[in-house]
């Protein structure tokens, strides 16, 4: 999940947010998780254990969401459909919801890592 990122240079430069916006918004219509009834974190592979760590922490019914959210992808793309348009995930409920929790655990992973390379030396 530590890829580079230009969002916050972007975001710190408001001629810059006018410009990528529709860009953004074009690219996330085009991606077509929307129509499938997917969130933006719903397509964050599963394989690194700070994510696995990060799905254990998600309340129960924001992982029974996902799960679901999955499972009706699946069947989609199983049957080559797309679900009704009432049914897209629409860009305001588009949030991060898994994000926040594994940028913590990173956060504590590093923290964890600077305090067991401390190095203690006693006074004399």
Known sequence: MSQPSLTNFIVKRPWLNRWMTPIANWYCN???YRKLGLKADDLIPEESET??????RLP?????DRVF???RAFQCSLAHQLLPKEQHTKPEED???L???IAEIEAESKERSD???MVVKRRT
């Open 30 to 32: 085009t991606a077509g």
């Open 69 to 71: 959210r999955l499972r």
């Open 99 to 101: 994000s926040p929790i």
């Open 51 to 56: 994510v696995l760590l990060a799905l254990k």
């Open 115 to 117: 305090l067991e390379a």
């Open 60 to 64: 129960p019914t924001e992982a029974y």
């Open 95 to 97: 949030t991060a919801y």
